[in-house]
């Protein structure tokens, strides 16, 4: 691979995507090609194949996926199962056909089994059930490192798979009904803020253990994939920090400088105690996360009270 090699970045508006593609550039990648979803719709087998043969890239990363948090997950588990697949399928089927040197596959930790034990290690994939209400997506993304999978053993090629933790950055989803906990806090803490110190009320006890990234150190991982043959087919991506949900909306709301008061509502379910990955196999290679948590929140922060006029509404259905 080299600085001019073309690079094709599947889903690059996204918050990934977007972050790979800005890490790319400051590294000096300048042959990088993205397309939004109403100019390449990736469900269509057809448009992909035609695009991909044409541009032949050198590497793909699939950074494209209909994502979403408990509510949209729970609401919608076709289309998160049908169009994840179709999505994942015909890059990778593409890629392989038109010999793509190297094709990146992103998941997500929600592949591994409810009830594994933690940390997560990458050998637990398949070992048990599943958490029921990311099911539909858990399954897409299984799907997609195994396929993934078949074509490295088979046809020797570098296809290989990246699992991150939870993500959170600029460009994030700040949608209520869409987004995930990090993103939706700080929108309700900022709000909060604005509204004379309002109280927040949040979800659970806050006891629940969980692992962040900032999706710019995401970004750098899968460039060290770009620049390294990874010798395995599947790698978590985390920081290895543990944090419990009740430390994590104390450190939102110290950087968000909200000075009201937080309810803790346990009357709603807190989800599993502990979420952590087991990020030493990246690790070893030498890939580590460089962002602490606060200093990444209040990264998160700046570009929110950036872009606040733009933050995306998601589309459930
Ligand atoms: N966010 C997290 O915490 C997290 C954690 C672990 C793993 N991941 C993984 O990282 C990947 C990217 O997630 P993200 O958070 O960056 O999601 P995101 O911000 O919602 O971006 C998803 C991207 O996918 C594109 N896309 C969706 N459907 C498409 C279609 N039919 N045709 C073409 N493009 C389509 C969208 O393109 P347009 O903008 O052009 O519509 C969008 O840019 C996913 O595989 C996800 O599983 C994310």
């Known amino acids: 691979m080299n600085k001019e090699s073309k690079i094709y970045i599947a889903g690059h508006r996204g918050m990934v995507g977007s972050a790979v593609w800005r890490v790319l550039r400051n590294l000096g990648y300048t042959n990088l090609i993205g397309k939004t979803s109403s100019e390449l719709d990736l469900r269509n087998e057809l448009s992909v194949d035609e695009f991909i043969s044409m541009e032949k890239p050198a590497i793909i990363i699939d950074a494209a996926a209909r994502v979403g948090g408990i509510v949209a997950n729970n609401k ?24 793509v040197d190297k094709f990146i596959f992103l998941g997500s930790s929600c592949i591994y089994p409810k009830m594994a034990p933690q940390p997560l290690k990458e050998e637990y994939l398949l070992t048990d059930t599943l958490e029921p209400t990311n099911e539909s997506y858990a399954i897409a993304k299984i799907s997609g490192v195994k396929l993934c999978q078949a074509i490295r053993n088979q046809y020797g090629k570098d296809f290989v798979s990246l699992m991150p933790t939870n993500l959170y950055g600029s460009f994030d989803n700040f949608d209520y009904e869409t987004s995930h906990v990090l993103p939706a806090m700080l929108r309700k803490f900022h709000e ?78 807190d989800g599993t105690p502990r979420k952590l990955m087991d990020n030493s196999k990246m690790n070893n290679l030498g890939w580590k996360a460089e962002v602490d948590l606060t200093t990444g929140i209040k ?12 933050i995306r509404k998601v589309k459930l259905d």
Do not use: C
């Open 192 to 269: 909060a803020k604005i509204n004379n110190n309002a109280p927040v009320t949040l979800w659970g006890s806050g006891r629940p253990m969980r692992e962040f990234l900032l999706v710019d150190d995401m970004a750098k991982a899968v460039v060290f994939a770009i620049e390294n043959k990874l010798p395995e087919y599947l790698y978590n991506i985390g920081s290895s920090m543990e944090i419990s949900i009740k430390e994590l909306a104390e450190t939102i709301q110290k950087v968000v400088k909200h000075q009201g008061e937080i309810i803790w509502d346990d009357s709603k379910p």
């Open 76 to 99: 919608f588990p076709y289309q998160f199962l049908i169009e994840n697949m179709r999505i994942q399928n015909n890059l990778i089927q593409s890629a392989h056909e038109n010999n």
């Open 299 to 310: 990264m998160t922060y700046d570009w929110f009270l950036e872009n606040i006029d733009k």
